[in-house]
């Protein structure tokens, strides 16, 4: 049995993005689930399935569960991981309801970032990861710097340099500006980039992310129940799941591709879509070199050449692939990947306003690549309709020459 | 400059042989492949008969970093983070301290590098490793 276009996501919500939310993550996964599912118009008695990633810092998804009344929870899923987790978990719902576990379930990521659980601050205590061990007596410890021990390998690589990197912060901060929900709205450019302070060597403060407090919520069902609802389904034609090592590679001598270019071709198989076929991507940055890392990794630009994609403005809306639409994590808020795929299903809704990819039929949402948490996931999403590709094959990336357009 | 390292059933005897300034994986018994961190099982060929074995302490930088944010109370920044690529694999890659300033020239990925190890107050006894630069391409 295949998964592709059998279930689609019928609902999206959001709590506000703030530096304090004042209230705890229960609360906050509550506020988004109740926000999605009016989206989608389905009563919170109809949810029978609860599904949600997180790493010691968020409410236990039974007490949502209960919470929101449910009898008889006829799927739950409470997965431990970060960012790599994020889409396998609307995944899982995926496979709960094409295989009939489950009716309707609502998945989410429900945070305190910034005033509770801050990944990138001082004085947290260790994850529960054994590998954690052999780093915190060096002082290193954090997401920002062991992303910038992969940020340079991969610049190395490529032959990356500064402006390649804040080129991917700017086009970011640009589309943010677009958006009424995103965090950061002012203007940057590239001598604020340059200038921004230090954080590791080679990532600066506009390389990382920001910390939010926030939750997202997404609502998972049959696609042929969602096309009876509020709004226009957004098919989940494909997902997948990949990785499996670590910084401690046992495995993987070369950190300068991730375990994204082994999941790919199978994500692009899985959907019948290939990589020249997607409108718009939302690739998960909780750093700025993970996009152009991801670029290559799902095929989409050529090795070495994301640097001149970025500068001919290819990722910015009205380039050949809009990149990061909401403004990713760097501008919009950090919701660990799941509003990335919020943002996927807004624009192929056609509902993006402002920052609205034209026509935008087909988006590839992604969840972090591999690496910390060992794990990946990704998705395809689709308009309802007319399959719009019948390939079944992932066709070249785009090289200079362009995707054809 | 560091933190005591905490330890599991698994690495109690790598964290003892650093303690002993010496510097040790494991082997496959099977496939002679070598592994670290400590686990019970080989990746590559599935036997679980192995032994610690010393190594050359040798590698080649496979990337660094440069804290310039206090990440850990009594850890002052800027401090270096290596990643070192050993001689024995690939694969084998880990984390460890750097002797010399953090913006030493001779600092880039490619440099050869040699284990050092530096005492680290606490119980158990404990070192942790601090890499030289044996000859650098730069």
Request: hydrophobic share 45%; glycine share 10%.
């Amino acid at each position: 049995m295949m998964l592709r276009d059998r279930t689609a996501v019928a609902g999206v919500g959001w709590t506000e993005y703030a530096k304090n939310s004042g209230v705890s993550t229960l609360t906050l996964a509550l506020r988004a689930i109740g926000s999605a599912l009016d989206d989608a118009g389905i009563r919170h008695s109809d949810v029978d399935g609860v599904a949600c990633h997180r790493v010691g810092d968020s409410v236990q998804a039974v007490l949502v569960a209960q919470a929101l009344g449910i009898k008889d929870l006829r799927y739950h899923l409470d997965m431990f991981g970060g960012g790599g987790t994020s889409h396998q978990v609307v995944a899982h719902a995926a496979m709960a309801v094409a295989t009939g576990m489950a009716e309707t379930v609502v998945c989410w990521r429900a945070v305190n970032a910034r005033s509770e659980f801050r990944m990138g601050g001082t004085g947290r205590a260790a994850p529960d990861a054994l590998e954690f061990q052999y780093q915190l007596p060096y002082g290193y410890a954090t997401p920002p710097q062991q992303y910038a021990m992969l940020a340079r390998a991969w610049m190395h690589a490529r032959d990356a340099k500064p402006e390649d990197l804040g080129r991917v912060a700017i086009a970011q901060r640009e589309h943010a500006r677009l958006s009424p929900r995103a965090m950061m709205r002012t203007p940057l450019d590239m001598d604020a980039y340059l200038a921004s302070r230090w954080i590791a060597e080679p990532l600066r403060l506009y390389d990382c992310c920001l910390e939010t407090d926030a939750a997202v919520a997404v609502v998972v069902t049959s696609a042929e129940r969602a096309r009876d609802l509020a709004q226009p389904p957004v098919l989940i034609a494909g997902a997948a799941t990949g990785g499996g090592h670590t910084l401690f590679s046992n495995g993987r001598a070369d950190a300068t591709v991730s375990a994204a270019a082994e999941l790919a071709p199978r994500l692009y198989a899985a959907a019948g879509i290939g990589p020249r076929e997607v409108d718009v991507a939302q690739l998960y940055d909780a750093f700025t070199f993970l996009v152009p890392l991801q670029l290559e990794d799902y095929g989409l630009v050529e090795r070495g050449e994301t640097g001149g994609f970025y500068a001919d403005g290819h990722a910015s809306l009205g380039g050949l692939l809009p990149v990061n639409t909401h403004g990713g994590h760097l501008s919009e808020g950090y919701v660990h990947g799941l509003n990335h795929v919020a943002e996927a299903v807004t624009q192929l809704r056609g509902a993006a306003g402002a920052r609205q990819v034209a026509g935008a039929e087909v988006a590839l949402t992604t969840g972090q690549p591999g690496y910390v948490g060992g794990t990946c996931s990704a998705l395809i999403l689709r308009r309802d309709g007319d399959p719009v590709h019948s390939s079944g094959q992932a066709t070249a990336p785009m090289g200079n020459e362009g995707n054809g357009a | 400059m560091s933190v005591h390292p905490s330890m599991d059933r698994d690495s109690t005897e790598w964290w003892a042989s650093l303690a002993a300034h010496a510097l040790i994986f494991q082997r496959c018994s099977e496939c002679q492949t070598w592994r670290w961190p400590a686990r019970a099982m080989c990746h590559a060929c599935g036997a679980f008969a192995w032994r610690w074995q010393p190594a050359s302490g040798r590698g080649e930088v496979a990337s660094w970093i440069v804290n310039h944010h206090v990440f850990l109370p009594g850890v002052p920044a800027p401090y270096v983070v290596l990643n070192v690529r050993m001689a024995e694999q690939p694969d084998l890659v880990l984390p460890g301290a750097f002797e010399g300033p953090y913006d030493d020239p001779r600092l880039v990925i490619g440099a050869q590098v040699e284990a050092g190890f530096a005492d680290c107050p606490g119980d158990p006894p404990a070192a942790l490793l601090r890499w030289r630069i044996i000859q650098s391409i730069a």
